[in-house]
C-alpha cells in the first residue's frame, strides 16, 4: 500500500523553528517528486515547498522562500521540511503529498498523508 | 501571481448533475488538476490534466477546460459527494503551483 506518514509537528513559538517529517512507503520514492502542502485552520489548500524526483531541485512558495528548505533522502524514504522564523500565520495541518507522475515534476498530487498540525503561539 | 477563482458555495439535490467552476486568465493554456477533501481527511485527486480521472475514481465525476474557465462536473450526485472541492495549476510564471479557493459542495 502506498502510505506518506508525516511527523514533527507541534506547537512553536513565534521565531522559532520545526523540522516536519514525511515517511514514504509502498513505492519508489527516488522516482517521484514530493511536496508538502498546508492548510491554515478553515482556509484552503495552499503549495509550500516542492523538490524534484533524484538529486532534487527544490522550489517554495513566497510566502516561505527563505525561511524553509525542503530536503529528501532517497536511502531512507524520507521527506523533511525545515521550517525557521516561524509566525502566527505558519499556523496549519502540513502535508506531503506525491506526485502523480513517475520521473518527472507535475504537482499534481495522487497520494496524500493525513498531516502534522503546526501551531506558532506564544 | 497567478489567481485561480471559484464559487464558494454550490448545491445540488441527490442524483442531479453538479458543475464546480474554476477561473482563471487563459486557463485553457494550462492543465488543471481537482481534488475532493472531506472534513478532517486529506485531499484525494480526483481529475488530472484537465479530463483524466486516476483509477479509481468513478466515471460520473469529468472535467473540461475551455477558454478562462475549467469545469468539475459530478453527475448522479450522491450524499457522499457532499465535500470541498479545489482546482490547481502550474503557474509558470512564478514556477509555483496555485489552488483556487475552494467550493463547498452541499448535497441537498
Known amino acids: 500500500e502506498v502510505q506518506l506518514v508525516e511527523s514533527g509537528g507541534g506547537l512553536v513559538q513565534p521565531g522559532g523553528s520545526l523540522r516536519l517529517s514525511c515517511t514514504a512507503s509502498g513505492f519508489t520514492f527516488s522516482n517521484y517528486a514530493m511536496s508538502w502542502v498546508r492548510q491554515a485552520p478553515g482556509k484552503g489548500l495552499e503549495w509550500v515547498s516542492g523538490v524534484s524526483f533524484g538529486v532534487g531541485s527544490t522550489y517554495y512558495a513566497d510566502s516561505v522562500k527563505g525561511r524553509f528548505t525542503i530536503s529528501r533522502d532517497n536511502s531512507n524514504d524520507m521527506l523533511y521540511l525545515q521550517m525557521n522564523s516561524l509566525s502566527a500565520e505558519d499556523t496549519a495541518i502540513y502535508y506531503c503529498?506525491?506526485?502523480?507522475?513517475?520521473?518527472?515534476?507535475?504537482?499534481?498530487?495522487?497520494?496524500w498523508g493525513q498531516g502534522t498540525v503546526v501551531t506558532v503561539s506564544s | 501571481s497567478y489567481v485561480l477563482t471559484q464559487p464558494p458555495s454550490v448545491s445540488v439535490a441527490p442524483g442531479m448533475t453538479a458543475r464546480i467552476t474554476c477561473g482563471g486568465d487563459n486557463l485553457r493554456s494550462k492543465n488543471v488538476h481537482w481534488y475532493q477533501q472531506k472534513p478532517g481527511q486529506a485531499p484525494v485527486l480526483l481529475i488530472y490534466?484537465?479530463?483524466d480521472r486516476p483509477s479509481g475514481i468513478p466515471e460520473r465525476l469529468s472535467g473540461s477546460n475551455s477558454g478562462n474557465t475549467a469545469t468539475l462536473t459530478i453527475s448522479r450526485v450522491e450524499a457522499g459527494d457532499d465535500a470541498d472541492y479545489y482546482c490547481?495549476?502550474?503557474?509558470?510564471?512564478?514556477?509555483?503551483?496555485?489552488f483556487g479557493g475552494g467550493t463547498k459542495l452541499t448535497v441537498l
Open positions: 490534466y484537465d479530463s
Open positions: 490547481q495549476v502550474w503557474d509558470s510564471g512564478s514556477d509555483q503551483p496555485v
Open positions: 503529498a506525491k506526485d502523480f507522475r513517475v520521473g518527472a515534476i507535475t504537482f499534481a498530487f495522487d497520494v
